[in-house]
């Protein structure tokens, strides 16, 4: 395919590379005061999210300021909880909000398997901007949300630190919670192949709220769907990062997928044994550690890397960077990994 630097690609197929690569949950907008600029100009996310040009212009900057080894395309998951029927609003300072939910069989009912060529056509566009100005200079991610973590957002309509409304209907309502993840994991399958089909070269699905169910609740609410989702994909290398599943590291292991991204509390050792060789460890410093001084931040970065060995290893924070972190300790992580030598 001719890339410049497609480490990642190989890394994710486990084969050798000259170094580990290199990229940042979130690192697209939040951290980069370029980002906020263009933001501050707009009415707010969704037109960011919605004009291509502008997404693959925030999309490419990580990659030009901080000199990660992949760019990932500008966007959110809840773009396929509103293609499916259930508009968001990302009211500031607060975070999403769905004005209507599902709560019953009837809202169930009017939720659809869309056509997404048509309801996320500005997400397929806007990789096929990025991946023209990109050039071949790196591999561009693209993404979507675990059905579990989607179906969380669907019934609570906003983010929660228990999601308990979305757990009750697992306990309360077995069949339409199962019909609906259904629903959610066909159309994700068809949001992924678009994207692949657009340009991404890599996809992962992010299932951030896996942590707060039990194992058993997660086996048949969550990794079912996840299963469902790896074994529909095979044009592409799939990386799947459940946060705090660690009590399913043995079957995620058994996934139809190249990687498997890791939180901070998975200790590096246990996760390759009950992961397996066959796949590649994503992650997975706490990022709270870009907190640190300089010195102590390089100093853990070697640790994370020596930890990983140099193969089947994407270097990467275990969650999303926070946006307070300031883009000095950011490159400081980033340039540790980029100059490591084991
Ligand atoms: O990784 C990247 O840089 C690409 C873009 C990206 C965004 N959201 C942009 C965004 C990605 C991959 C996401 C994924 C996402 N969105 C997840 C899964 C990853 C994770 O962190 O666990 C989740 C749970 C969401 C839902 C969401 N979107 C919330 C809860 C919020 C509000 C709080 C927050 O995270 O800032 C968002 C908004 C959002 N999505 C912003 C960005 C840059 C901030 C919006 C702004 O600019 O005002």
């Known amino acids: 395919m001719g890339y410049e630097n497609d480490l990642i690609l190989r890394a ?25 600029a263009i933001r501050q100009s707009l009415s707010g996310f969704k037109e ?35 293609a499916m029927g259930l508009e968001y ?57 675990a059905p579990w973590t989607i179906f969380s957002y669907m019934i609570e309509g906003q983010g929660s630190k228990t999601f308990s409304k ?3 209907m697992l306990y309360t309502n077995k069949q339409l919670s199962h019909q609906l993840l259904e629903k959610i994991a ?14 991404a070269d890599i996809v992962q699905i992010f299932d951030s709220w896996a942590g707060i169910l039990s194992y058993e609740q997660y086996l048949e609410f ?35 997928c190249n ?7 998975m200790d590096i050792q246990k996760s390759r044994e009950l992961i397996g060789k066959d796949k590649t460890l994503q992650g997975n410093l706490d990022p709270c550690m870009l907190y640190s001084d300089f010195d102590t931040i390089k100093l853990e970065t070697s640790k994370m890397l020596s930890s990983f060995g140099p193969n089947r ?24 990994v980029k100059e490591y030598k084991s």
Request: charged residues 25%.
């Open 12 to 36: 994710a197929r486990g084969e050798t590379v000259e170094r580990t690569p290199v990229w940042i949950m979130r690192q697209a907008g939040r951290i980069l005061p370029e980002y906020r």
């Open 48 to 82: 960011l999210v919605e004009t291509p040009e502008l997404a693959a212009e925030v999309t490419i900057q990580p990659v030009d300021i901080l000199g990660v080894d992949a760019a990932i395309i500008f966007s959110d998951i809840l773009v396929v909880p509103e």
């Open 89 to 145: 609003q990302m009211i500031e300072n607060k975070g999403p909000y769905f004005e209507k939910t599902i709560q019953t069989l009837a809202d169930l009912e009017k939720i659809n398997v869309p056509d997404v060529d048509d309801t996320l056509h500005y997400v397929m566009e806007a990789i096929k901007v990025t991946k023209k100005e990109l050039n071949n200079r790196v591999p561009l991610i693209g993404f979507a949300g």
């Open 166 to 168: 979305a757990k009750k």
């Open 186 to 199: 066909q159309t994700t399958i068809k949001y992924l192949k678009a994207q692949i089909k657009a340009g």
């Open 222 to 256: 969550g990794m079912k769907y996840v299963s469902m989702i790896c074994n529909a994909i095979n044009e592409v290398p799939v990386t799947v990062f459940a946060k705090g599943a660690y009590f399913a590291r043995k079957e995620m292991g058994e996934l139809n």
């Open 259 to 265: 990687t498997i991204g890791l939180d901070w509390n």
């Open 313 to 336: 290893h994407i270097a990467n924070l275990g969650h999303g960077v926070y946006p307070d972190m300031h883009p000095d300790k950011v490159r400081c992580f980033v340039d540790t």
